[in-house]
């Protein structure tokens, strides 16, 4: 009821495309788990004008929540050639603990672009 209204609103926002922005990415520090989710749904909807949501979502490849961290992935990976200021933080997840997070930042770093990719990996 109140979530199924908050996601369609979301929805809606992300039809704004980037003047939506400031909203979306409210949603997307929210606490509420579902709210969040949404949010990042959005961002891969808007490709590169999502590229503001772009230090959280990188972020958010380490998230304890596998859904938001999955939906971060898809976004960054929508996000193209504006990945490029968040290759040096990718890197470094390529050195994680988690195998998870290794293997969300090698497919990230893949849709960044062979030139930028290649300027990390050994």
């Known amino acids: 009821c109140k ?3 908050a996601t369609q609103a979301l929805t809606q926002l992300g039809q704004l495309g980037q003047a939506a922005m400031p909203w979306l990415l409210k949603a997307f520090a929210c606490q ?3 709210l969040r989710k949404n ?3 959005v961002f891969s909807a808007l490709g590169p004008a999502a590229a503001p949501a772009l230090p959280k979502l990188v972020h958010d490849l380490t998230d304890a929540d596998e859904e938001i961290r999955s939906a ?3 976004a960054l990976c929508s996000l193209g050639h ?5 290759v040096p933080r990718l890197a470094c997840l390529l050195t994680d603990s988690s195998s998870d997070a290794r293997l969300r930042a090698a497919r990230v770093l893949s849709a960044a672009g062979e030139a930028d990719a290649c300027a ?3």
């Not at 504006?82 to 968040?86: C, E, I």
Request: a positive charge.
């Open 32 to 34: 509420d788990s579902a």
């Open 39 to 41: 949010a990042v749904r």
């Open 3 to 5: 979530q199924k209204r």
């Open 82 to 86: 504006v990945l490029k200021p968040a």
């Open 72 to 74: 971060s992935m898809a």
């Open 120 to 122: 990390v990996v050994p």
